[in-house]
């Protein structure tokens, strides 16, 4: 069935520094989603991509969508210790159930 | 609007026990979908229910079920546990405007941590 592989599954940054999370499919995605976890709590809804080298910004978090439509990135500008937290992707299998990719936990220290 | 809400919080049960978990979605929500985490397996899809019907699954047993009520309301049974049913279960509804699952966002609650001894 269709994997969604997110690599790195940690990174530890210097508040300030960039941060990039990615995340491959061995098939087409139809969508990818984005969502961001907490510690403690739950998955918080960032973004949907849709088009084939989509770019969306919020604020220091750029998202993107592979040409191809079997990648994604998500990239944070100068971190801050709010950006603590696991960032999932997900993709859509064949209309029928979610696929998440195991998440990226980004720790941050100040 | 009020959040999805889950009930109970936390449940401790012991293993050939069966367990029932309740959400509530968002009002107006129709789409309610069930999701398992684990440090080990991540977010597992469990299955999706929509005006009373499920509509999608996931790859789990059959010991693991669904319902929704008229009024969106869902919930999950688990029946004869076992210590790998240990898990965080989370409950994410949707105003599914969308036909396909996965093209709506996701509303999570708090989750139900299920603790089998």
């Known amino acids: 069935g269709q994997q969604v592989m997110q690599i790195p599954q940690y990174q530890h940054v210097q508040e300030g520094e960039d941060f990039t999370t990615y995340c491959n499919s061995s098939?087409?995605?139809?969508?990818i989603q984005w969502y961001k976890q907490r510690p403690g709590g739950h998955p918080v809804f960032l973004i949907q991509l849709v088009k084939s080298g989509e770019v969306k910004k919020q604020k220091r978090l750029t998202f993107q969508f592979g040409e191809a439509k079997k990648n994604s990135s998500l990239h944070i500008t100068a971190t801050q210790t709010t950006d603590v937290g696991t960032y999932f992707c997900t993709a859509n299998q064949a209309g029928t159930a979610l696929i998440f990719g195991k998440g990226t936990t980004l720790s941050v220290s100040s | 609007k009020a959040g999805v809400t889950q009930t109970p919080r936390y449940l401790i049960k012991t293993r050939g026990q069966q367990v029932t978990l309740s959400c509530s979605p968002i009002s107006g929500h129709r789409s309610v979908s069930w999701y398992q985490q684990t440090p080990g397996q991540g977010l597992q899809f469990l299955f999706e229910?929509?005006?009373?019907?499920?509509?999608n699954k996931g790859n789990f047993p059959g010991r693991f079920s669904g319902r929704q009520f008229s009024n969106s309301r869902s919930e999950m049974n688990v029946s004869t546990l076992e210590l790998g049913d240990s898990a965080l279960y989370l409950c994410?509804?949707?105003?599914?405007?969308?036909?396909?699952?996965?093209?709506?966002?996701?509303?999570f609650g708090p989750g139900t941590r299920l603790t089998v001894l």
């Open positions: 994410a509804s949707s105003p599914r405007t969308s036909g396909r699952v996965g093209y709506n966002e996701q509303f």
């Open positions: 098939t087409t995605l139809s969508n």
């Open positions: 229910y929509f005006s009373e019907t499920q509509r």
